[in-house]
């Protein structure tokens, strides 16, 4: 029986002995000659934006992993139906991650607008905020495209969450660009996959996430914070020792019963915000929720994270969770949040000026990876379109190729590490039963499908 995993022995586990296997060299993915794809609006063909996806390098010494990316994902990105004018760009950028993280024993620093963490695809994570606050003084909002700036030197009592304020201006993907700087305050799993739908950018422009979310599997590990410690989707053991089964990992905030906003859920007096109304439901500002804690394992602490055991890490770990409701719609705070638990550092930086090794990743998927990628052909039987979904994370690409019963092959494609989904036209093809043949390295599978015609 696995014992109660204590504080010292999860550290121990992170220690300069794990270099050559730290999760933080070994769980990026790299890419050198793909680039990326961006939708317009009202045009649904994905243009290409010329740009590598996921990221280039990972380099590695004794303490730090370095790891090299332009910040654009495999999956499309845009349009942004709030009048962003902005695309993904590329960064440029490296960021330098602590392979040993160590917990913060003093004041918990805040999390900031920007980056505050990476996913494993090179793109940026931000935190809850979108930088537009209520200006007490004038009771209006300030910050952001649209507002006046807020005042210099105040503390902003009210500050909007991004995930609800600005949903209308993410792609399907969950995602949108800061000055180019393309990112998620949230889960990167597509709308059109939650159970329940808020946003019907997915009916128009086809495109994915870097994952989908699978409630019998433990989510992979999906990136770092700014502190060093990993983030994982939604989905987690239920005990922290591994046990338990899969279960939803859920936040350990709520939105307080208000109906003004007067004080903060601590009982600070502040200057009041708006009254809760249909422009400014409850939710809209940050301070509109507090934490509860809860005694269960599979509730996570202030920080939006637990001590656990993870796959990457038999032994344990600090982690943060992509937290959701049991509608897979995204619930504060998010990621990481509104506190970091571990040592906070700006992770990018210019230059990478110590000696270093660099991270080769393994040639192929095993079998036992491949057999566990839960692949999802539909509708079927088809008739104009077919679509084939990888129910989870794809690291490696996935060659997919469409035979007829002769052997011919009619249409090939492919989805990409750090994509889910592909697409066949079946329009002009005859009436009848085919097979797609699903390809990873050396290991392959076989579907039929079933083309029908009025």
């Known amino acids: 029986m696995k014992k109660v995993i204590t504080t010292s022995l999860l550290f121990a586990a992170l220690g300069s002995t794990q270099a050559q296997l730290s999760p933080a060299i070994t769980s990026w993915l790299q890419n050198t000659t793909q680039t990326g794809t961006y939708y317009t609006s009202g045009n649904s063909t994905a243009q290409s934006n010329g740009i590598l996806v996921n990221c280039q390098t990972v380099q590695y010494s004794t303490n730090f992993a370095y790891v090299s990316t332009q910040g654009v994902p495999a999956y499309p990105t845009g349009p942004f139906m709030d009048g962003n004018p902005s695309n993904?760009?590329?960064?440029?950028?490296?960021?330098?991650?602590?392979?040993?993280?160590?917990?913060?024993?003093?004041?918990?620093?805040?999390?900031?607008?920007?980056?505050?963490?990476?996913?494993?695809?090179?793109?940026?994570?931000?935190?809850?905020?979108?930088?537009?606050?209520?200006?007490?003084?004038?009771?209006?909002?300030?910050?952001?495209?649209?507002?006046?700036?807020?005042?210099?030197?105040?503390?902003?009592?009210?500050?909007?969450?991004?995930?609800?304020?600005?949903?209308?201006?993410?792609?399907?993907?969950?995602?949108?660009?800061?000055?180019?700087?393309y990112h998620h305050h949230q889960n990167p799993s597509a709308f059109d996959l939650d159970m329940t739908v808020l946003s019907t950018v997915c009916n128009l422009y086809d495109a994915d996430g870097l994952y989908v979310i699978n409630s019998s599997q433990h989510s992979p590990l999906l990136g770092f914070a700014y502190d060093g410690f990993p983030i994982y989707g939604a989905y987690g053991y239920a005990n922290t020792n591994g046990?338990?089964?899969?279960?939803?990992?859920?936040?350990?905030?709520?939105?307080?019963?208000?109906?003004?906003?007067?004080?903060?859920?601590?009982?600070?007096?502040v200057a009041d915000g708006p009254v809760v109304s249909t422009t400014y439901p409850l939710g809209y500002f940050r301070e509109d929720y507090e934490f509860v804690s809860n005694a269960s394992q599979d509730y996570l602490d202030e920080h939006n994270g637990r001590f656990c055991i993870t796959p990457e890490y038999p032994n344990g770990t600090y982690a943060y969770f992509l937290t959701v409701d049991a509608n897979h719609n995204s619930f504060y705070p998010y990621a990481v949040g509104p506190t970091y638990y571990g040592t906070y550092a700006n992770r990018k930086v210019t230059s990478i000026t110590e000696s270093t090794t660099t991270y080769v990743p393994a040639v192929s998927i095993t079998e036992a990876e491949f057999n566990g990628l839960d692949i999802n052909v539909f509708p079927n039987p088809a008739s104009d379109l077919v679509a084939v979904q990888i129910g989870s994370l794809v690291t490696e690409n996935v060659r997919i190729s469409l035979f007829d019963l002769t052997g011919r092959q009619i249409q090939q494609t492919q989805i990409s590490a750090g994509q889910t989904i592909a697409f066949f036209d079946t329009q002009t093809l005859y009436a009848g039963t085919y097979v797609l043949q699903i390809t990873s390295g050396k290991h392959n599978t076989t579907r039929k499908i079933v083309i029908e015609k009025n």
């Open 243 to 269: 046990t338990g089964g899969i279960t939803r990992i859920k936040s350990g905030y709520q939105l307080r019963n208000i109906t003004a906003r007067t004080h903060h859920a601590d009982g600070t007096d």
């Open 88 to 181: 993904a760009t590329a960064q440029n950028a490296i960021f330098k991650f602590p392979l040993s993280p160590t917990q913060n024993t003093g004041t918990p620093t805040a999390t900031s607008g920007g980056n505050i963490g990476v996913f494993i695809n090179g793109v940026a994570l931000f935190d809850y905020r979108d930088g537009v606050s209520w200006n007490t003084t004038t009771n209006a909002l300030c910050g952001g495209p649209g507002n006046p700036s807020c005042p210099m030197g105040t503390t902003m009592a009210w500050n909007r969450d991004a995930v609800l304020a600005e949903r209308s201006g993410f792609d399907c993907s969950k995602g949108h660009p800061a000055m180019g700087n």
